[in-house]
């Protein structure tokens, strides 16, 4: 008998129990209004895709660490829209999208069997799967550092996916505190940084107010996924850590882990360009002021500290967010378990703003004067 293949020790693809609510919804009569993955819509912007175009004679193989532009690009973007001066070059390198560093990096930060990694109770499931792939043990943790136990690597989620929490200054800092009297590393993912509804200030983990100017054992991400509309384009970045990231980078290189040079065109060209990340911003704050009312009207409860991200998070007293789904399946519209995100989001279900304004609309025509009570 063969050895190989055999199943890695993950658990389900979550969005592969969606079937038959998918299945629901796409026999409604006006069609699937589909708010489950959170994948962007609209166009990619102009300046990202000339930049893409221009750069399309790409014989050779790109470095690992990105050209000089997209390092310098990732470090003036830190200090015009995250608050963050000072970065190096060194300090900085681009990945294949934000997924595949969260998957990765306990692995190419050594991370092992018989170490500890901490990940927000309420979370997206490629931080568990990562410290499974190395053989270390996730473990769910609240906002509070003083009731952790010791870690080797802490995931942070700010804003967060699925709910929209956003950490402040102050509790980075007592996270930061935390896990340096430890000696454990926080990784910081930033992506949905740009959306911020009813919050002023969405701080990075790399923020001077919380680090005191000290990299040392912390590192963020960040992807143009959400901001650009470059999911598509794989198009993201990681910062922090001068040590850290050398140790990153050799590891990517043995893995032959290279962001296309066309990409990397195009994420410096995007980078560079706030106008289209403040006219996608609008955009997304019109869809949500649309289905906000329109989910309270159907008898929803939205999550009151929902502040920033690209998602409604609510429920309905009384149903399981799998039961909510199947409600909403029935409407037509396609919403994420909350169970997809850990044990204590089960009540809740996920609904984003990633859908068209037609079909967004629809939405809000299906849900006046329903009740999915």
Known sequence: MARLPRALPLPEFPWNTLEGARLRAQAHPGGIVDLSVGTPVDDSPAVATQALAAAANSPGYPLTVGTAAVRQAICD???????????????????????????????????????????PAMAYPTYDVGARLVGATPI???????????????????PGNP??????????????AWARRRGAMVVSDECYAELAWEVDDVPSLLDPRVT???LTGLLALYSLSKQSNLAGYRAAL??????????VVETRKHLGLLVPGPVQAALVAALGDDGHVDAQREVYRRRRDALVPAAKAAGMELDPDSRAGLYLWGRVPGLSGRELVDRLAELGILA????????QAAPYVRIALTASDERIDAAVERLAGASLA
């Open 77 to 119: 973007w830190f200090a015009r829209r995250r608050s963050v001066p000072g970065l190096k070059p060194s300090q900085v390198i681009p990945t294949i999208g934000s997924k595949e560093a969260v998957a990765l990096l306990p692995l190419l930060l050594g991370a092992a069997a018989g170490d500890t990694v901490l990940l």
């Open 140 to 158: 769910p943790v609240g906002d509070d550092p003083q009731q952790w136990p010791d870690a080797d690597l802490v995931w942070l989620n700010s």
């Open 163 to 176: 709910h929209g929490h956003v950490l402040s200054v102050e509790q980075l800092r007592r996270i930061v």
């Open 212 to 214: 005191d100017g000290d």
């Open 238 to 247: 990681l910062a922090g850590d001068e040590a850290a990231v050398a140790a």
């Open 336 to 343: 994420a378990p909350g169970d997809f995100y850990g044990e």
